[in-house]
């Protein structure tokens, strides 16, 4: 990899990290794409090459991934909905049901005592909601390549 490159990968990371930790506030592209430092269409094609999916794909992955834990924990739809930075309810469900492959209604109402016994960073991995149908992303290769060969 160039140096360009690793510099963007970095950029990118950035903007990741500003999704996982305010995933509940109001986030859009052209506020992720200048914290990477890039233009917002750029940023889109950068990001999707990188991880697999567009930057707002990734947002609202990362908000359905904790709604399933609040729904796990008994909190109901409506507030897992608005906890997560979600402002409609139906397309709230609409996500959900897409990547999880069950209504977030039928979800809560599950048995979860296998999830909520493991540790949470197990439960995390185990429970991260995938779409269906859709494998992991051939540009991994690329993270990992630019981590070094002690990544691989």
Partial sequence: MTPQEIANLVHLRRARDLIDRDYARPLDVPTMA?????SPAHFSRQFRAAYGETPYGYLMTRRIERAMALLRSGVSVTD?????????????????TELVGEPPSSYRLREHRAVNAMPACVARTHTR?????????AASSRIREAAGPAAS
């Fill in 80 to 96: 897992a909905c608005m906890a997560v930075g979600c402002t409609s309810l139906g397309s709230f469900s609409s996500r959900f």
């Fill in 34 to 38: 200048r914290k990477a430092l890039m």
């Fill in 129 to 137: 909601p995938r779409r269906q149908g859709v494998s992991a992303p």
